[in-house]
């Protein structure tokens, strides 16, 4: 599907390659769009935020034991952290004790922050931080609705050169997200705009200027349990399988999660890919507005 003012709906662009050719698809009972250039899958309904208390528990495991062995290759004597997503007061907590650590939260809630930690209480798109201010920067983007450009954007911006992104997000081409994709969408795409794979972070770190350092997908049995028991109490054959799921989505790199580490290097090419007879109308405009605009060349005298 391509945007034109003859649509009474206007898709916006690819958030992944700029693009402007959809496929309309359905995943797990869901109405979405699939980019033709990239393959991202753009979910249509308003999402809103969703967590899981014990899932949310386990990947605060997760991102504590990447963070700890990251903060021991910090050079620097003060380093000054970024926490963001439903698991960061759980790992400011965690890492309170360090006193050579700056912590910052910014979360959308009113969750009450650990003593020494600084909270903003701010969306992502109404932060204001100063460029180059933070080493680190642990993103938790499981059910969360952050358009992923977005935050690699803004993350580049914040970041100190050559410092690093931590990521954790939700991976729609695990075995649990295929063999059972309604139950899947149900407990985790609830809180998504995107359907992530590894393919699709590798991409977005170089279209924002990052360097990949390690991208590996976890699995987490309880994650795989909740989904299979569609949101009840799992049973005991259920966690059964569970682990059996897991264990399999381990040795196939197949997780429920994928984590990355993003290194903070060179430009950031942000490629928009138009037909030629579209390119370089109304250079600033939306593509629904410059459709079919002509625009005179100007040629300064002598």
């Known amino acids: 599907m391509k945007n034109n003012p003859e649509h009474l709906r206007f898709l916006p662009p690819c958030d992944l390659c700029g693009g402007f050719h959809f496929q309309a698809v359905t995943v797990g009972g869901e109405s979405a769009h699939r980019c033709q250039t990239c393959r991202l899958v753009r979910l249509d309904t308003l999402r809103t935020q969703c967590t899981i208390p014990s899932a949310s528990q ?3 495991v997760i991102l504590e034991r990447s963070l700890r062995s990251h903060l021991k290759k910090i050079s620097t004597e003060q380093a000054t952290i970024l926490l963001v997503g439903p698991t960061a007061p759980q790992l400011a907590n965690s890492l309170t004790s360090n006193k050579n650590l700056t912590i910052h939260l910014l979360t959308e809630s009113e969750t009450p922050a650990p003593r020494g930690v600084i909270r903003h209480v701010l969306s992502i798109e109404q932060a204001a931080f100063i460029p180059d201010l933070f080493d680190l920067i642990v993103a938790d983007i499981t059910a969360q609705p952050i358009p992923p450009s977005l935050l690699l954007q803004k993350a580049r911006l914040w970041l100190k050169p050559e410092r690093d992104l ?13 063999f059972w994709r309604r139950a899947w969408m149900t407990q985790r795409g609830a809180g998504l705009t995107h359907l ?8 977005y770190a170089g279209r924002s200027g990052f360097q990949v ?10 994650a795989v349990a909740e989904v299979i028991a569609k949101g009840n109490r799992p049973s005991h054959a259920t966690n059964a399988i569970a682990h059996v799921v897991a264990g399999v989505a381990r040795l196939v790199s197949a997780g429920e999660m994928v984590a990355a580490q993003f290194q903070k290097r060179g430009t950031a090419p942000i490629p928009l890919h138009k037909s030629l007879a579209e390119r370089d109308q109304a250079t600033g405009l939306a593509h629904a507005m410059y459709v079919g605009v002509k625009r005179e060349a100007s040629v300064e005298p002598g």
């Open 58 to 60: 386990k990947r605060a």
């Open 166 to 178: 931590l990521l954790l997000a939700d991976n729609s081409a695990s075995l649990v997200a295929t």
């Open 213 to 222: 350092r390690w991208l590996r997908t976890v699995s987490i049995a309880d």
């Open 196 to 203: 992530l794979t590894s393919h699709h972070l590798e991409r």
